[in-house]
């Protein structure tokens, strides 16, 4: 599988994964975490026109995934409550993460190419939402604490590091 930027014309089967993601999320029990067809198209959209938003290809069924990546400071990160980060230093964000459900393993693909651009990474999920953490703990990532959402819903935190940022 190949990670590229997301295009415009990639748009409908960007927003498929999603539709799916949200179907997945309700029968596995998270009910409460992209609710009111978050996210938005218009979201979306802002995330391909601001090169953030990629794409996982697989060379049999294409487009199997999509999620936000970005390195730098992200706001949703400034405050940690019930715990604290692993560290202080510049870090790279995934949000939005999401399959079609078509090929197994693309979460594991898009998060170990993430870590590749930037060893020091930070991610969050709804606590109702045992896959994502499954994978994330799967990978590496260490629950950090309690973050909340710009809509002030809680997420918990997490973080994967290189052993040579840790301090």
Known sequence: MKIRKARLEDLD???????YAREFMQKTGNA?????G???RELIVKD??????????????GIAG?????????RTYARIE?????N??????VHRIATNGKVRGVADHCLRWCFRQCGNMRIDTHRDNRVMQHILEKNGYTACGI?????????IAFQKMNNQEHK
């Open 66 to 74: 999509v999620f936000y990546f970005r390195i730098g400071e992200d």
């Open 88 to 93: 202080e230093a510049p870090y790279g964000v």
């Open 147 to 155: 973050i909340y959402t710009d809509n002030g819903t809680e997420r």
């Open 32 to 36: 409460n975490q992209w609710i009111d």
């Open 13 to 19: 089967i960007i927003m498929e994964a999603y539709r």
């Open 82 to 86: 019930e715990g604290h980060w692993l």
């Open 38 to 40: 978050y996210p938005a």
């Open 48 to 61: 391909i026109t601001d090169r953030n938003c990629y794409v996982c290809v697989d060379p049999v069924f």
